[in-house]
């Protein structure tokens, strides 16, 4: 393993953050606190209670993993793909490494800023509502899981995408909306029937789920499932990341 | 003594581009330790896709390429560890400093942290003041001299130089060729690509020359010196002749197509030249001369003719 190549990525990767720690932290706090006006405010009025907890206090674990989703792919795609952009990838592509350590630099980057921005909008909640974390080390289990296996899917779109329009289309076509349907602001079990059925076929669902439970001991599908899921995904995306890499596709020609 | 295996070898190396585009045609080359070797060609030839390769940038389609005795593909990281590379185009990451991205390249090619080598590295190359700068304040020459300065950073036994003096100014190419010239010095092996013949002719110890993806020439340098010692004298004369005299067939002279004048090709590197010679003998033959001048074929017109050949 060349070590010092992961470190020398990482670091770069994270000096790349503390130079955009606007962006990369103060907007999504502020977006959360929004959240919490609108929803928890105004509609928490409406709805006072979802399976024991008050209505603010549910949307928590969901508002924290629709930024940790977003944002790890958002960071693990722009990560990779400025360099291919700017031509500075070759010298990632002529240095001794191999891809695992490539992968681990960039990948362990984006979710490294991820969790630390889960963590603080967590913070930012905690002043809004009272916040109970039943089982902590299962809540940074699940959030340590999504932030790396969507660092990892986010690094694969980075590779993909041949320009920034596609680079956004997948998290805006496709992301947002699982994340918003996934059950961020309701419980699946608020909805009708035939609804339900669909939603359960929403991969963010079983993320949120198990995220939620690992507070308040509430889910709307089995801890198992969720942990099942989550990692069912890690592995297509570490699968799909290693034949990348095994063809040298759209990074070498 | 046992003749030094070549620190790269590249044999039957094709590359056919996605496209279907063939860059390069079964490419033979050897580098030799610790030598500077210029690799000529026109646009498009295949200089920065051959290098491309051999650092792993680009995928080869047939052969192979050892390095430093490491296969590229199979034992990739002994081979990298070995290279540093400065590509033609400039990339760079503008908003990290000097210091932090040469720093950088150091750390990516598994080399621990060190100051005084980075010091070192950036005063050769006069960007020691520049070292807390962003490189998107940096000018295009300095930009190109960071770049080295990346390459360097690791300490590598190989350098590669694709143009490097694109966009460098007079002065400032002076020094780096001393800094390339004190790498060698210190036994690193250095190949660079350029347009410019003189370039090649001050600085390489071999030229390879290639050409829509074929390598049409290695020679050493010595070996074109050869041949540009090769001079030719042109003496006009007063009148026209039809044929040169048979007193003259010793000399192998060229008789202009007008007939006015005549050309003698000569090596100034000879013992004798033969133009006293010649000149007494055409006087004998009651030729009269009007002028005469003399011509060098260049490495330039060498190179012209090979790349022209159909
Ligand atoms: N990615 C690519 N896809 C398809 N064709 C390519 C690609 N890169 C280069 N080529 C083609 O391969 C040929 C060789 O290109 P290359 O860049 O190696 O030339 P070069 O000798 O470095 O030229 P120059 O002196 O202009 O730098 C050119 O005809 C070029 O159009
Ligand atoms: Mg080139």
Redesign the pocket.
Same mark, same amino acid.
């Given at each position: 393993m060349n070590y010092r190549a992961i470190r020398a990525i990482y670091l770069f990767e994270m000096a790349r953050t503390w130079r955009t720690l606007l962006q990369s932290i103060v907007s999504p706090v502020v977006s959360t606190s929004l959240y919490f006006v609108v929803f928890g405010a105004a509609i928490g009025s409406r709805i006072t209670e979802v399976e024991g907890v008050s209505y603010g206090t549910f949307i928590v674990p969901g508002l924290v993993m629709l930024s940790v989703l977003t944002q790890s792919i958002a960071n693990a795609s722009f990560g990779i793909y400025f360099p291919k952009f700017v031509g500075t990838i070759y010298e990632i592509l002529s240095a001794p490494v191999s891809y695992i350590e490539i992968v681990i630099g960039y990948v362990g980057a984006a979710a490294t800023k991820s969790i630390i921005l889960g963590l603080i909008i967590m913070a930012t909640a905690a002043l809004f509502v009272p916040l109970h974390i039943h089982h902590p080390w299962w809540m940074l289990t699940f959030l340590v899981l999504t932030a790396v296996t969507f660092s990892l899917f986010g690094f694969i779109i980075g590779i993909w995408a041949d320009g920034f329009e596609k680079l956004q289309m997948i998290p805006m076509l496709i992301v947002t909306p699982l994340t918003f349907l996934g059950g961020s602001f309701y419980s699946v079990n608020m909805l009708p029937s035939g609804w339900r059925t669909v939603t359960l076929l929403n991969p963010v669902v079983y993320l949120i789920s198990g995220f939620r439970w690992s507070f308040y001991e509430i889910a709307d599908v089995s801890v198992a499932l969720s942990l099942g899921m989550t990692l069912g995904f890690l592995a297509i995306c570490m699968a799909l990341v290693w034949w990348i890499f095994r063809t040298g596709y759209r990074l070498k020609? | 003594m046992l003749a030094m295996p070549p620190i790269i070898s590249v044999s039957n190396l094709s590359k056919t581009?996605?496209?279907g585009?063939k860059?390069l045609n079964n490419i033979n080359l050897d580098i030799k330790r610790g030598e500077i070797f210029a690799l000529l060609?026109?646009?498009?030839?295949?200089? *920065?896709?051959?290098i491309s390769i051999i650092c792993g940038i680009a995928n080869l389609s047939e052969g192979n390429v050892m390095v430093g005795g490491h296969d590229i593909n199979r034992d990739y990281r002994a081979a990298r560890s070995l290279i540093g590379l400065v590509p033609?185009e400039l990339h760079t990451d503008s908003f990290e400093t000097v210091w932090a991205t040469v720093s950088f390249s150091r750390g990516l090619f598994g080399k621990p942290k060190n100051p005084a080598h980075i010091e070192k590295v950036l005063k050769d190359l006069s960007l020691w003041d520049k070292k807390d700068s962003k490189i998107i304040t940096l000018s295009g020459g300095m930009k190109r001299r960071v770049m080295i300065a990346k390459a360097l950073s690791h300490e590598p036994q190989i350098l590669f130089l694709d143009?490097p003096t694109a966009g460098v100014d007079v002065e400032l190419r002076k020094g780096m060729w001393d800094v390339v010239r004190g790498l060698q010095a210190s036994g690193v092996t250095i190949i660079l *690509?350029t347009?410019y013949i003189q370039e090649a002719e001050e600085m390489a110890d071999r030229i390879g020359v290639?050409n829509k993806?074929e390598i049409i020439l290695v020679e050493d340098k010595a070996g074109l010196m050869h041949k540009l010692g090769k001079k030719e004298l042109k003496v006009h004369l007063q009148g026209r002749i039809d044929a040169i005299p048979a007193s003259l067939a010793a000399y192998n002279l060229e008789l202009s197509d007008d007939g006015h004048a005549v050309i003698y090709d000569y090596d100034t590197k000879g013992d004798r030249t033969g133009i006293t010679s010649l000149l007494n003998d055409l006087r004998n033959a009651g030729i009269r001369i009007s002028d005469l001048d003399t011509r060098q074929s260049s490495l330039e017109d060498i190179f012209v003719s090979l790349v022209r050949a159909p």
């Open positions: 020609n | 581009y996605g496209s585009f860059a060609g026109p646009n498009g030839a295949g200089k *920065t896709t051959l033609q143009e *690509t347009h290639i993806g």
